[in-house]
T-cell receptor
Framework: AQSVTQLGSHVSVSEGALVLLRCNYSSSVPPYLFWYVQYPNQGLQLLLKYTTGATLVKGINGFEAEFKKSETSFHLTKPSAHMSDAAEYFCAVSDEGESNFGNEKLTFGTGTRLTIIP | DTAVSQTPKYLVTQMGNDKSIKCEQNLGHDTMYWYKQDSKKFLKIMFSYNNKELIINETVPNRFSPKSPDKAHLNLHINSLELGDSAVYFC?????????????FGSGTRLTVV
């Protein structure tokens, strides 16, 4: 079974500063990894995903994440924070790689609330 | 057009009542899901359906019964509501079984049991 750990339930950064949200995963097989964003009172929106290929993945709104197998990490970054980035961010892992056809699902981390300081 | 739509958006009801939440997707996806988000924002899968067939049924009380009349709809019926059922319930869909294509989420239904 897979699991996701997000370090830091709350992260605050100044506007224009680097955003770094940490995610570590546990999986017995090559994982599929995702970052989702949730704005207040809204559903989750896919930011980016890693399945295979290039380990540096670019997503929407200037975010990117790097899959590091040796560190079992998939940290989310953005060079310069905007006020509009304030939201809850969820890292997730899919067990599709286990080829248990019919039982795949996304397992989410507990989320990181990003606050942007003006 | 909303890709995954849930109704109602808010639901306040008394303990012991029976209620339903409806979900529809117009993306042509084969798979639909119900997730529960608790007060600490933790998201946990409840059910998944693929082409109207139940695939995943996590450890959820029998009071929760999903129904999929066709692959574009997945409804959630809850009997004998309890205080602990208060949460935000999200419907989601994906193109194929499995998560590699990512999920599209609805905007959620905030259920409050009083």
């Amino acid at each position: 079974a897979q699991s996701v750990t997000q370090l830091g339930s709350h992260v605050s950064v100044s506007e224009g500063a680097l955003v770094l949200l940490r995610c570590n995963y546990s999986s017995s097989v090559p994982p599929y990894l995702f970052w989702y964003v949730q704005y207040p009172n809204q559903g989750l929106q896919l930011l980016l995903k890693y399945t295979t290929g290039a380990t540096l993945v670019k997503g929407i709104n200037g975010f990117e994440a790097e899959f590091k197998k040796s560190e079992t990490s998939f940290h989310l970054t953005k060079p310069s924070a905007h006020m509009s980035d304030a939201a809850e961010y969820f890292c997730a892992v899919s067990d599709e790689g286990e080829s248990n056809f019919g039982n795949e699902k996304l397992t989410f981390g507990t989320g990181t609330r990003l606050t942007i300081i003006p | 057009d909303t890709a995954v739509s849930q109704t109602p958006k808010y639901l306040v009801t008394q303990m012991g009542n029976d209620k339903s939440i409806k979900c529809e997707q117009n993306l042509g996806h084969d798979t639909m899901y119900w997730y529960k988000q608790d007060s600490k924002k933790f998201l946990k899968i409840m059910f998944s359906y693929n082409n109207k067939e139940l695939i995943i049924n996590e450890t959820v009380p029998n009071r929760f019964s999903p129904k999929s009349p066709d692959k574009a709809h997945l409804n959630l019926h809850i009997n004998s509501l309890e205080l602990g059922d208060s949460a935000v319930y999200f419907c989601a869909s994906s193109q194929y079984l499995g998560g590699s294509y990512g999920y599209t989420f609805g905007s959620g239904t905030r259920l409050t049991v009083v």
